[in-house]
């Protein structure tokens, strides 16, 4: 993904709402994002339908042709995304003011960002009030540090003299907080076809730039810095932090007790389920969770044996009966049971048998 600007692209859009705009095609006389924007990449964009307006940053999606609204710099709804009725606007790419770097009165520029340079780049004075990255190689003429030649003060020891061998480079470097003390640093240059140097000294001390390895039998004294970088082992007899002394190594209580850390099983993947193994978490599929519980994905309705019944009717009732159908259960209230069943309630059986005793006499 890359953040690219180009000239003369401009396309319709009818686009609704503060969703991603779909792109409707080139204005005559200028070229679709399609043309230079590739996939995933940052462009800033405008979007205009002459009186409302909407300035920020888009990403280019070039299936379907869209750009998503990833950033609101500014616009006529208070700086918020514009909620666009129907209608056909205009989308182009620009270059927001607050995007643009401007000279003042005096001819200087102020950047509050990272300035990145991949070319041969010449400063004349260059102030940066921050941290600078460099990636590549630094060159200059003369390096300062805090108005100090960097060739004669280098990391608190002074450089008194250099003398070149054919094969080494001697340096003699007086420590700087004591005037008596003196070490002699030896340059060596690897005669063989690897060419590597190595970087000797008096007091046990040796660097390998071809692998980047520095190596000291015996350090003696007092490290004391603001900020430190080890990229391999640091070994002392007592350490501190913070003025208290470091004296064991933490660690962690594995398992599933209480403020213990828990341990996961290989395997576990995305959407799994979580299940208590001894003293580990183990994960499980769907699957593997219906079976550990005796359940079924899906149940299947119907009067059949191991089917799930429901109910097949619409008026269930409170007190009605229930008869079976092809399909589940339906209601029944008590006049349709006597009906289904061919009887009569009591009292009209009553009434019939006293009718036909008055007719036989």
Same mark, same amino acid.
């Given at each position: 993904m890359?953040?690219v600007i180009?000239?003369?692209?401009?396309e319709?859009?009818?686009t609704?709402g503060?969703g =991603?705009?779909?792109?409707g /095609?080139?204005?005559a006389?200028?070229e679709?994002?399609t =043309?230079?924007?590739?996939?995933?990449?940052t +462009?800033y964009?405008?979007?205009t339908?002459g009186t409302?307006?909407?300035?920020g @940053?888009?990403?280019?999606?070039s299936?379907g042709?869209? @750009?998503a609204?990833t950033t609101v710099?500014s616009s006529?709804?208070s700086?918020?995304?514009?909620?666009?009725?129907?209608?056909? $606007?205009?989308l !182009?790419? +620009?270059?927001p003011?607050?995007?643009?770097?401007?000279?003042d &009165?005096s001819?200087n520029?102020?950047v509050?960002?990272?300035?990145t340079?991949t070319g041969t780049s010449?400063?004349?004075?260059?102030?940066?009030?921050?941290?600078?990255?460099i990636?590549?190689?630094l060159?200059? #003429?003369?390096?300062t540090v805090?108005?100090?030649a @960097?060739?004669?003060?280098?990391a608190?020891? =002074?450089?008194?003299? %250099?003398?070149?061998?054919?094969?080494?480079t001697?340096?003699s470097?007086?420590?700087?907080?004591n005037?008596n003390?003196?070490?002699?640093i030896?340059?060596?240059e690897?005669a063989? &076809?690897t /060419?590597?140097v190595g970087?000797?000294?008096?007091? #046990?001390f %040796?660097?390998?730039?071809s692998?980047?390895?520095?190596?000291?039998?015996i350090?003696?004294?007092?490290?004391d810095?603001?900020?430190g970088? !080890?990229?391999?082992?640091?070994?002392?007899?007592? *350490?501190t932090l913070n003025g208290?002394a *470091?004296?064991a190594?933490a660690?962690?209580?594995?398992?599933?007790s209480?403020?213990n850390?828990a341990q996961?099983?290989?395997?576990?993947?995305? #959407?799994?389920?979580? $299940?208590?193994?001894?003293t580990v978490?183990e /994960?499980?599929?769907?699957?593997?969770?219906l079976?550990?519980i005796?359940?079924?994905a899906s149940?299947?309705?119907g009067i059949?044996?191991?089917?799930?019944?429901?109910?097949?009717?619409?008026?269930?009732?409170?007190d009605?009966?229930? $008869?079976?159908?092809?399909?589940?259960l339906e209601? $029944?209230s008590?006049?349709?049971?006597l009906?289904?069943?061919?009887?009569t309630?009591?009292a009209l &059986?009553a #009434?019939?048998a006293?009718a036909l005793?008055?007719?036989?006499?």
């Amino acid at each position: 993904m890359a953040l690219v600007i180009s000239d003369r692209v401009k396309e319709t859009t009818t686009t609704t709402g503060t969703g =991603t705009y779909t792109l409707g /095609g080139a204005v005559a006389g200028f070229e679709t994002f399609t =043309t230079n924007l590739s996939n995933s990449d940052t +462009t800033y964009y405008c979007c205009t339908d002459g009186t409302d307006f909407e300035v920020g @940053l888009g990403t280019f999606t070039s299936s379907g042709t869209t @750009l998503a609204r990833t950033t609101v710099i500014s616009s006529s709804n208070s700086n918020n995304a514009v909620s666009w009725s129907s209608g056909t $606007r205009t989308l !182009f790419c +620009t270059l927001p003011a607050t995007k643009t770097i401007v000279l003042d &009165a005096s001819g200087n520029a102020s950047v509050g960002g990272t300035v990145t340079a991949t070319g041969t780049s010449v400063f004349t004075n260059l102030d940066i009030s921050g941290d600078v990255d460099i990636d590549g190689t630094l060159e200059a #003429d003369a390096v300062t540090v805090n108005g100090t030649a @960097l060739n004669t003060v280098i990391a608190g020891v =002074t450089v008194t003299n %250099a003398t070149n061998a054919t094969n080494a480079t001697h340096v003699s470097v007086a420590d700087n907080e004591n005037a008596n003390e003196e070490n002699l640093i030896t340059f060596i240059e690897d005669a063989s &076809a690897t /060419g590597n140097v190595g970087l000797e000294s008096d007091g #046990d001390f %040796a660097y390998n730039p071809s692998t980047g390895t520095v190596s000291a039998t015996i350090f003696k004294g007092n490290i004391d810095a603001v900020d430190g970088d !080890f990229d391999g082992t640091l070994e002392a007899d007592a *350490i501190t932090l913070n003025g208290t002394a *470091i004296t064991a190594t933490a660690t962690l209580s594995t398992g599933i007790s209480n403020t213990n850390v828990a341990q996961f099983t290989t395997g576990v993947a995305d #959407d799994d389920f979580l $299940r208590v193994a001894g003293t580990v978490i183990e /994960g499980r599929s769907a699957a593997e969770v219906l079976a550990d519980i005796g359940g079924q994905a899906s149940l299947t309705f119907g009067i059949s044996n191991t089917n799930a019944v429901k109910i097949d009717s619409a008026s269930v009732a409170d007190d009605e009966y229930a $008869r079976f159908t092809a399909n589940g259960l339906e209601s $029944r209230s008590t006049s349709e049971v006597l009906s289904d069943i061919g009887a009569t309630t009591a009292a009209l &059986a009553a #009434d019939e048998a006293t009718a036909l005793a008055i007719a036989l006499g």
